[in-house]
Structures are given as structure tokens and as C-alpha cells.
């Protein structure tokens, strides 16, 4: 029988989180305080995180411990299982060795779960009852609303508009863990009502429902505010994907010469390729590093990397990032996940440092590769992920057409199960691509202030 | 760290299925020719399976080999995972000890591929080129698609009207499959216009489509049909489940004293339990086996030990099983893989020797029981499966109450991810009990054939 599936012991959990940022050749830009625009310290974001967090998000350690009751959360799901997609392989009909590291099998259905649980730890541990944030397309809402189950917090979740009246589901599951949920722009904050006044009948953005979130935990000392991506503490907790996979990719006795995973806010990414990229550095491994954005919010590829504001709002510190411009409302596409102005910090560094590419790709070429893998696969996966699976598909016909030998490994950030209405868009003919609106983003990015 | 999920690898995918007539103290009746009464033979079923699923059915071979292909598929999510519910015994303040042997692993959802694959696979190498089907909560339909999809079959399947317009995020996974799904009754059948000629608006049932599904076999010699549950080729597939539990309770180094499992059709409880029901017989345990069904279509605890059809239009043989009467229509609970009429006869009949016993849960208690577990355990269950929940928990009350050391094992036979709509329902309290309708459970008895 051929090994299709790589598990490790639950005693191989990592121990600890890697923290690239001890490896790096050049440090980060710092963020700057959105009144004074000067570089902010642990103090400033104090309201909003419990310490430990704040101290994770500016260390330098190259390994932080994960806390035994964190990984005994993780026992559940973890080490999460790698694939070797042998029928997709024959369906391409290439040379080519295909991986993917499967994280829909958390019981929230996507990575998110990687980093909610520590969230939700250490602010129990920090005395917070309550915990706010946003979710777009509801993986994050979803899975902090249960971390937040385990660990006795309240959960308040800020849902975009859109996504709260398509995606009922969702939004049923997060009450279902006990969590409170609103559409976002609502009238019960300032940023929220500023929102309504002007555009009465908004969808929403990730951008809004990040500021109406931050919002409520910077008014409430109760009350912390969680985020999904985009933060150091978040892309570090999901290290411990690419800490299995180089594990994993250990027992299949192969070595990947090509990573992909989509780019949203870029955690997902992050957490398969920084632990790869710390061996690049170190020169014990030389894969290629990409990532794949949706053509309609191509932040790495089409955007600018400068100062921008993680909001829309202004709440946020700005941080250095490839932007599309914080007041940029992305087209409307399927993979709500990607649909965000900017892009992690650190993400953003490593592709300034020239050790990642990016590439962008399609909706329609998204699903198509989506349904396509389903069907040699059996798993459906989220509309987001689809966007990596495009580029693996497109890697391996490159091989194919080359003839050559090629290991491909790809992340696979979760499954689809609440996204079906896209692909019964899809299948009905009822979806188009979308370039992305060079105008409006010009428009984005001439109000920035100007800092580098 | 404590231990909470026990693995097998990929190595230990049982090499054969069990199949517990081989130790049976007593035969099982025959099934019976619905035309001449008269019990049928291998030949009368060719119209519809492929030959080696027949044998199967009537098979007295107590091991009966997988084939390598069925368990390559298998090796996608086999060995399926055995939790520890730590978090669920302490939400309980219980000192039972909780488990559960998780089948929502697998692709489609639910344990159902573990017989979808090798029916496809068998069909395959027969020749088949189709085949029909019939789906009502759409966990079997859903199954049935995907494995069509990996042996490059057509896959055509019934699904009951009242699904099929609930739940179009069922439907919609079965088309990513690329399986072709039309809801019963149909004007494409004989069964389905003579039914919406009496009842235009009819909302469908099991017992209906399986009807249709028959029908479109029997007159098409490239489609064969397939079935889901009841029959003893369904159960003997199922059994990987319970002999993977086996080697995973003793890795845990403990042994079950009560194990349980919903039933509707039977296959999923069957599958857990046949296998420890094979060491009870042996006197290598002593486990106490209790099915759980809804209290609004109780076969085993209110239905009759009789010959009955499998189906509404009583195109299927009659077989001797536990029955709430073929034409009896049961009430419109959410569990709709639990709404049928009757029992696998393999179930009923180790229900009629003694070895089982059978218990019932309202419609509110299992979902009350779902959300507990959920929220303790981060799976949202099934709204079947909520029923094996419900009567897991009561059994650990009964053992908080006693003060008593106990382990209890229980399936859980799928997630509940395109189910949200009866949780949003029974959340806005919209959803009530139902009692088993007593009247009407007696008429459709009193139309049965007296065949003992």
C-alpha cells in the first residue's frame, strides 16, 4: 500500500513556536502610533493585548514555548496530518510529487484554531473576561468564539456585513460555541455608526469590523481584542504547521523543492514557510517560497510596500506592509479570507528581503482547481485555499511540460464546508474575475501619509 | 500532556472486514422475494449489485478481505481517530471516563464512505457504469459522489425533496463531486409519478427514493444500485470501525463498559459494535451495547420484529426487522438519516437475541446534548449523532450519580457542518419533541403481510 498520509505522535507536537525574527539578516520596520506616528512600545498596546502577547510580538527569541495547556488543546487536532495527493498527481498526469498539509482538520475547519487557543489562554491567564474581534469570512470568528468555549471567556465577534446575511451558518456555528455576534457596521460603535451615517446600506470590510473591534477593547478594561493574521504573535503561533511539516516531509523521505500557500492577511502562509525560510537561511534547504493572492486583492504583487494603517478606521498602528491602501475596498470575491488591503508585516519583510515570490491568480482558475482537487481528493476545500491549490496544479503542469521531477508542497488552510454557496455560484456560471481597480487603488494609496 | 486522541497508523487499516454471522448463535432469517414470498437467492439481487456484493451479503466467512485498492482509499482518513472527551468528563464532573471513535474525519463527513468505497470499487470492477441511489440527510449521497468520483463513475442519486430544498449545500457538494442529483419524488421514475400523482406537494421520504433508485437500476443494465445502510454487505464495510476501537481502547489500556451509537438505518452503530459484539460472544468482554434512536421513529423500542419491505413502493425483498410499518411516514425531525421505518435486519436480529438493548431520546435532549458537547469539544455534531451523545451523557450522570468508575465508548458518526440550519432552529427554539404517533405507526403495521 503507498503512504498517503504522514502522521506524527501526539508527543510530537512542537514544544515551541518558531520565531524567524532571530534569523532575519534585517530587522523590521517598527510599528508607529497612529496620533504620534513615532514607533510605539509594549505599553501603548496594553488596552488591547495582555502582556504575554505584546512580548511575543516584539521578540527576538528564535524559540518561545508553547504552554502545556495550549498544546494539550492542540492534542486534539495536531500534529495535523500531511498528504501526499497521489490521485491528484495521476489526474495531472505529471512527474511531480505533490504534498499538502491538511488544517481543516481542526474542529473549526481551518488554521485559525492555531492561534485562537493561545490567544484565548494567555488572556484567561491575564485576568481578561471578554475577548472582541472580526471575522470576514468566519474561519477566525468561528474559531476563537471555541477557543474562547474552552477557556471560559465571553466572545464577541464583529461579522462582516456581507458575510453575516450570506453566510447564516457560519454565524450559527460561533453561537453555538456560546459567542456573541454582529453584523459589522453597527450602531453600537462610533467607528461603526461613523460607517452607517455615510453609507447606510454598507457591506462591510474587514478594515471596519477591525476598527469597531479594536473599538470596544480599547473603551472596556474587561474586555481584549483578538486578531486573526497580520500580527507577529499570530503568524508565530502557526509556525507549529511548518514545524510538522519538515517533520513530516522527514518521513516521506522528500524535501520540497517549491512551497505555496495563499495570502490573505498571511498567517496561514507564514505559519508553512517561515520555519522552511529559517533552513533556507541557514542554507540547509533551498526551496522556493510563494505566495498566491487572489488577482483581485494582489497586495504582494500590485501593492506598495510603505506605512499603512491595519484598518479603516485609523485605529490601528501603521506598520510597513505591501498595501493596496487601508480606505481600498477590495472586489467582491468568494474567498472573503483574502480580502484585506494589506498584508502581515513580517510576510511583507521576507518578500522585501527577496526570500519569498508571490503570483496571483484568478477566482474562476481558483475554483476551478478547487473542484478539480475535490474530486481526486474528496476534500472541498475553502475558497481561499483554493488559490494555493491553482498554484500547485500550475507548478506541477510546469513539471509536467518539462518533464522533470519536482516535490511540491502546498498548504491547504482549510475546507469549504461553509462556502458552498460560492461554489454553487461557480458551478451556475455565476461568477466572473476580477483585475484589480488600479484607479481606486491609486486613490488608496495617494492618501497615505508619506513614511517610507 | 494527557493522552486524548489515540492513533493507528496508516499500517494498521484493518486487513479484513468482520462479519459477526459467523458467530452467531443463531441464523438470521432469509430475505424474502417481495413477489412470491419465497426467500431469494444470489440471483434475484443481480439486477442490482454487482456479484460480489451479494456474496457478501449472504456470506458466513467470519474475516473477509479488504481489497488493496479500498484501502488505499481508506488511508486518506483510516485509521479514523478515538478521542478521549477529557474536556466533556469535566464539563460533566463525571468519574466515568468518555470516548469517542470519530468518524467526520473522512472526506465526505461521516462514516458513511467506509461502505461507499468498496460498493464503488466492487461496481467498478464489474463493469458498471452508473450508479443510482437514493440520499436523505445527503451524509450518503454525498459519500456515494465522492467515491464515484475517485473510481470514474456516474453517480445518480434521489434525494429526498424536504433535503433537497432544505439543504442545497448538500446538493451542492454532491455536484462538486460531479454526481447528478434530483429530488424525489421524481417525474423520472414510475414510483416517483405514482406518488406525485396522489401527492403533488409530497415532500418525499427514504423509503421513496430508495424506490426510485431501485427502479432506475433495474431497468438500465450500465446502473446498478447502491445502498447506504440495512443491508449486511453496508454493515460488514462498517466494521473497520470498531476493529480500529479495539486496538485503540487497549492503547488507551482500557475496555469499555457500555458502548453506544445512533441508528436510523443501523450501519454506523453496527460498525462500532458488531466487532466488540464478536468478543461478548467470545467472553472476551462484557460490554453493555445500546443503540439510541429518536423517540419520533422508534423501530427497535416500539417497532415490530416482522418481515417488512425496505422501501415505500415495495419494489425491495422483505426483510425481517424491527418496523414502524414501510408506508408509515415518521415526523419531520432534523436527524433525517434516523427517519426510517425500519432496522437493519442484522441489527434487529442481534436486538431479538438479546445481545443489544435500545433506548430513545427526544429531539430537544439531543440537541441540548450537541451543543454541550460542542462546546466542550469543539466538533458540532451531526443532529444523528447528537443521539449517541445524549445517551452517553446520561450514562455518565447515572455514573456521576452512583459515584462509580465507568468507561463508556460511543460513535460519532459525522459533523454536523451542513446542519447549521437545524441548530439556528432549535437555538431559536422553533424546534419541539415528538412522540412516535402511535395511530398511525398501528395502521401502517396492520397493511404489513403476516410472515411472522
Known amino acids: 500500500m503507498e503512504t498517503i498520509q504522514y502522521n ?16 532575519l539578516p534585517k530587522p523590521m520596520a517598527p510599528p508607529l502610533h497612529p496620533g504620534t506616528l513615532q514607533p510605539i512600545g509594549p505599553d501603548d498596546l496594553a488596552p488591547l493585548f495582555p502582556m504575554a502577547l505584546i512580548l511575543q510580538e516584539i521578540s527576538q527569541e528564535r524559540e518561545i514555548e508553547i504552554p502545556g495547556p495550549v498544546r494539550q488543546v492542540y492534542a486534539q ?39 485562537a487557543v493561545p490567544q484565548a489562554y494567555y488572556n484567561k491567564m491575564a485576568g481578561t473576561k471578554r475577548l472582541s474581534t472580526e471575522t470576514g469570512a468566519g474561519q ?5 468564539a471555541m477557543a474562547c468555549a474552552f477557556f471560559g471567556l465571553e466572545c464577541k465577534v464583529f461579522m462582516v456585513r456581507v458575510s453575516y446575511d450570506q453566510k447564516p451558518y457560519r454565524r450559527a456555528m460561533m453561537e453555538t460555541f456560546g459567542a456573541s455576534v454582529t453584523a459589522s457596521p453597527s450602531i453600537e460603535t462610533e467607528s ?55 517533520e513530516q516531509m522527514a518521513l516521506a523521505d522528500d524535501e520540497p523543492d517549491v512551497i505555496l500557500g495563499c495570502t490573505g492577511g498571511g498567517s496561514n502562509f507564514a505559519g508553512l514557510v517561515m520555519p522552511y525560510l529559517g533552513r533556507n537561511l541557514k542554507g540547509l534547504s533551498h526551496a522556493r517560497v510563494i505566495a498566491v493572492e487572489p488577482s483581485a486583492c ?9 506605512y499603512d494603517f491595519g484598518d479603516t478606521g485609523h485605529l490601528t498602528p501603521l506598520v510597513k506592509m505591501h498595501t493596496l491602501g ?11 479570507g483574502l480580502r484585506y488591503h494589506g498584508m502581515a508585516p513580517l510576510v511583507s519583510h521576507v518578500m522585501d528581503l527577496g526570500l519569498i515570490e508571490a503570483t496571483s491568480v484568478q477566482q474562476l482558475d481558483a475554483f476551478a482547481a478547487g473542484i478539480q482537487f475535490a474530486r481526486a481528493e474528496g476534500i472541498i476545500p475553502a475558497p481561499e485555499s483554493n488559490h494555493a491549490i491553482a498554484g500547485a496544479i500550475r507548478e506541477a503542469l510546469v513539471a509536467k511540460q518539462e518533464g522533470k521531477q519536482k516535490t511540491i508542497l502546498f498548504g491547504l488552510s482549510g475546507h469549504g464546508h461553509f462556502d458552498m454557496q460560492s461554489y454553487i ?21 495617494a492618501g497615505l501619509p508619506s513614511l517610507g
Open 326 to 336: 487601508s480606505t481600498f475596498m477590495p472586489p467582491g470575491i468568494h474567498a472573503g
Open 298 to 306: 494582489p497586495s504582494l504583487t500590485k501593492g506598495r510596500f510603505t
Open 140 to 144: 477566525w470568528g468561528s474559531s476563537l
Open 425 to 445: 455560484a461557480y458551478q451556475a456560471g455565476q461568477l466572473e474575475n476580477y483585475d484589480y481597480p488600479e484607479e481606486e487603488v491609486a486613490m488608496a494609496l
Open 8 to 23: 506524527l505522535p501526539q508527543t510530537r507536537i512542537p514544544q515551541a513556536w518558531y520565531n524567524i525574527a532571530a534569523d
Open 77 to 115: 487536532w495536531r500534529p495535523a496530518p500531511l498528504f501526499r495527493a497521489r490521485r491528484l498527481e495521476q489526474a495531472l498526469d505529471t512527474p511531480a510529487r505533490i504534498y499538502y498539509k491538511y488544517e481543516g482538520v481542526s474542529p473549526a475547519g481551518s488554521h485559525k484554531p492555531n492561534t
Open 192 to 246: 461603526g455608526r461613523a460607517i452607517l451615517s455615510q453609507h447606510p446600506d454598507s457591506n462591510g470590510s474587514l478594515g471596519i469590523a477591525i476598527s469597531e473591534a479594536v473599538e470596544v477593547a480599547a473603551k472596556d478594561p474587561d474586555t481584549k481584542y483578538a486578531l486573526g493574521s497580520v500580527l507577529n504573535h499570530v503568524l508565530l503561533h502557526q509556525t507549529v504547521i511548518g514545524l510538522e511539516t519538515i
